[in-house]
């Protein structure tokens, strides 16, 4: 049941632009994504509700593909500060669907 | 200002005894939960709690136990019987269960020697 990431892992540089991939093997309520930086704790950044729906803020922005129970996010000219590790997880339809169920993490390192 | 509060951020103990960590929120929060993180595998939800005296089992519930007399209060307690305590302890808030941004204390480092 726990949502798939892709990649595990990706370097940038300044300015790089990034998508981080979350897929579900069952239909998905909504989608959350969450950054952590090393040490610290996650911190929220956006919820997508509705099928087809995209959100964003800054330069960081995300969709939700119903059909296809994937969300992605889009880091766009990346910054030193979007380095962390980035989370999405899931709520999905059927059975228990009050919680959230978190996917490994992309880790993402912006270099100079 | 209003946030999670989680104590102690390091914590050691032998191996065979139970610890309790805290959870504490000031946000007026119905839903609680705690994470476990290891290397690797992200968060993996252990025990929630919509609302004071009911709390559900995650997906990794056993060898922890918790307790929710308080709204603002989650503590988890470790037991002996969880196999492989050391990790990283996460405890979340949010207004209510379904669709809502989780607030994340800052974690506990759990060490069993």
């Known amino acids: 049941q726990q949502p798939v990431q892709s990649p595990q892992a990706v370097i940038l540089r300044e300015g790089e632009d990034a998508v981080i991939n979350c897929s579900s093997s069952?239909?998905?309520?909504?989608v959350h994504w969450y950054r952590q930086k090393h040490g610290e704790a996650p911190v929220f950044l956006m919820i997508?509700?509705?099928?087809?729906e995209q959100k964003g803020h800054d330069k960081i922005s995300a969709s939700f593909n119903e059909k296809k129970q994937q969300s992605s996010l889009y880091l766009t000219a990346s910054q030193l500060s979007y380095s962390g590790t980035y989370f999405c997880g899931t709520e999905m339809r059927g059975g228990a669907t009050n919680k959230l169920i978190f996917g490994t993490g992309t880790l993402l390192a912006v270099q100079p | 200002d209003g946030g999670i509060t989680q104590s102690p951020k390091y914590l050691f103990r032998k191996e065979g005894q139970n610890v309790t960590l805290s959870c504490e929120q000031n946000l007026n929060h119905d839903a609680m939960y705690w994470y476990r993180q290891d290397p690797g595998q992200g968060l993996r939800l252990i025990y929630y709690?919509?609302?004071?005296?009911?709390?559900q089992k995650g997906d990794i519930a056993e060898g922890y136990s918790v307790s929710r007399e308080k709204k603002e209060s989650f503590p988890l307690t470790v037991t002996s019987a969880q196999k492989n305590p050391t990790a990283f302890y996460l405890c979340?808030?949010?207004?209510?269960?379904?669709?809502?941004?989780?607030?994340f204390g800052p974690g506990t480092r759990l060490t069993v020697l």
């Open positions: 997508l509700l509705k099928g087809g």
């Open positions: 979340a808030s949010s207004i209510d269960i379904l669709y809502n941004e989780q607030f």
């Open positions: 709690s919509q609302i004071v005296n009911d709390f």
């Open positions: 069952k239909a998905l309520y909504s």
